[in-house]
């Protein structure tokens, strides 16, 4: 059995065997895949031993796996063996190569898996020495004895490739990751969606019934027109509910679309007043604070709508008589930041990095924290502007909610004047 401690140093190895390596480090830089890595190790290791074959082993757990290979005939690979059953096995554990000049008068081979094989020598590295994470397999056809230089070399080149493979198994286990979370997202949003349109189908049928027994109930009691409008409110909810879910579902889905058109800031903060009377009927005050200049936003109006309705919806719900409500918007550079501040209860630290989240959700009830489907498509339908939101809040205090809308140039007078002149030439 021969060891190999020592290791032949870099200033000995040829030119040739310097440039291949250096080429392999450079190159290694830039994969990702661990099936990138382990081709162009193996490729590098035939070229650097001169070997007649080239393994790639994996450690996992308790077991080798024989992930890639490269040889005149074919050997394991795809094969997965008990870590003390094997030579690179023995490698990752004993954290040294293994250097075999006859395979069948060494103890630590399994014969019989061997047989069927070409190989007569071979050397076997550990891939990371410290704390091997696999090993590369050199094998030859013919009795040879391998050398410093080829156990080296071989070492060099798993010592340069350990960053690489790790790098590898964390860019697949995240591949993998995302792949089903992707899957699990797509098959969500076709339950929500088929789901939201089933529901649809009775709901219309109520909304119908509802109208036709109103003119019918209207000279009955009191009684059965308070259930009637009840019926009445009960379907709006629902049919609210069916937009949300059905609006979660294309954000999750990516198919989330908005129609965008130029509009004056002044309008779009139009909108935030129609809850006004709301505010005003709980005792909270509702102010608009616009900037001294009007802009245009370039946004989908019903849509922001949506989302202010939701903000100031919420600030409504949690916040108590005698507080206020502050809807502002400041113009920057090329974009407009809207906000929606309340002096509510605020909403606790360990809520707020989870409150936009579309699938984990906070497992209390928080007052402001606004539970639900809206505070996620508020999210999604600001993002489907090119904006962000964000928020900040402190316990005792109350909440602001903030989001921005690109803006939307304004043709000056002059070139009003010039497209004016040029419409009436054309008509000429």
């Not at 360990?350 to 539970?371: A, C, K, M, N």
């Amino acid at each position: 059995m021969r060891r190999f401690q020592e290791r032949l140093p870099l200033e000995a190895l040829t030119f040739d065997d310097t440039v291949v390596l250096l080429d392999v480090v450079r190159e290694l830089a830039h994969l990702r895949t661990l099936e990138d890595v382990m081709a162009l190790v193996r490729r590098a290791a035939r070229q650097l031993s001169g070997a007649d074959g080239v393994t790639f082993v994996l450690r996992e757990g308790d077991l080798v796996h024989y992930a890639d290979e490269e040889a005149i005939a074919p050997l394991w690979k795809g094969c997965r063996f008990p870590i003390h059953s094997c030579i690179s096995g023995w490698a990752i554990l004993n954290r040294e190569p293994a250097v075999i000049e006859d395979i069948y008068a060494d103890e630590r081979i399994p014969h019989d898996v061997y047989r069927a094989t070409f190989v007569k020598s071979l050397v076997m590295v550990p891939v990371r020495r410290a704390d091997p994470v696999g090993a590369i397999g050199a094998y030859w056809a013919e009795r040879r004895v391998p050398g410093l230089r080829e156990v080296s070399l071989l070492q060099a080149l798993a010592d340069s490739a350990a960053v690489a493979v790790e790098n590898g198994r964390l860019y697949e286990a995240e591949r993998s990751a995302r792949r089903a979370a992707e899957a699990e997202t797509r098959l969500r949003g076709e339950l929500l969606a088929m789901v939201s349109h089933d529901l649809r189908n009775p709901l219309g049928v109520i909304a119908m019934t509802t109208s036709l027994l109103a003119p019918l109930l209207a000279p009955l009691n009191g009684r059965a027109r308070h259930h009637l409008d009840t019926l009445n409110r009960s379907a709006l909810r629902m049919e609210r509910l069916i937009h949300d879910l059905l609006d979660f579902a294309a954000i999750e889905a990516g198919g989330f679309r908005v129609s965008r058109v130029p509009l004056a800031l002044s309008r779009l903060m139009e909108q935030a007043s129609e809850l006004g009377p709301l505010a005003r009927e709980r005792g909270i005050g509702l102010e608009l604070r616009l900037p001294e200049r009007d802009v245009d936003v370039r946004c989908d109006p019903d849509r922001i709508h949506q989302v202010f309705s939701n903000l100031v919806g919420n600030a409504v719900r949690f916040t108590p008589a005698g507080g206020l409500i502050t809807v502002m918007a400041e113009v920057h550079d090329d974009r407009v930041e809207l906000s929606v501040a309340d002096t509510g209860a605020g909403i606790a630290p360990e809520v707020l990095p989870v409150l936009f989240d579309r699938v984990q959700r906070p497992t209390t009830r928080i007052p402001g924290s606004g539970v639900g489907l809206g505070l996620s498509i508020a999210r999604g339908i600001i993002e489907a502007h090119g904006g962000a939101v964000r928020v900040r809040s402190q316990v005792g205090l109350g909440t602001t909610f903030t989001f921005t809308l690109p803006m939307e140039e304004r043709a000056s007078g002059l070139d009003s004047l010039v497209a004016a002149t040029g419409d009436a030439m054309e008509a000429d």
